[in-house]
């Protein structure tokens, strides 16, 4: 079994700055990329940033210039600092990983429960 665990979501005013945590643990042979995505309220989850075994990051033009994706490749964990939020960030934000519990075993992908992050003054 695979877990992703979340944390540091909040309530926080705009302008103002978090940092997300999500640890995977478990039965773990491979991890190949990890990330972020979020959901809004009637809107469809969506791409914030991910990075892959190689450091290679991707983010939805959205966060680009605020948001930083960053990964601890030996503790199987990523972050998410997020600078200069805005009412429009507000979502719940899920952990992804794309990995392998076995070494000629398939890809495979794992989500996270979700943390809440509210923009608001």
């Known amino acids: 079994q695979v877990q992703l665990v979340e944390s540091g979501g909040g309530l926080v005013q705009p302008g103002g700055s978090l940092r997300l945590s999500c640890a995977a643990s478990g039965t773990i042979f491979s991890v190949n990329a990890m990330g972020w995505y979020r959901q809004a309220p009637g809107k469809e989850r969506e791409l914030v940033a991910r990075v892959d075994s190689g450091g290679h990051t991707n983010y939805a033009d959205s966060v680009k210039g605020r948001f930083t994706v960053s990964r601890d490749y030996a503790a199987n964990t990523v972050y998410l600092q997020m600078n200069n939020l805005q009412p429009e960030d507000t979502a719940v934000y899920y952990c992804?990983?794309?990995?392998?519990?076995?070494?000629?075993?398939?890809?495979?992908?794992?989500w996270g429960q979700g943390t809440q992050v509210t923009v608001s003054s």
């Open positions: 992804n990983a794309a990995l392998k519990t076995v070494r000629f075993g398939r890809m495979l992908t794992y």
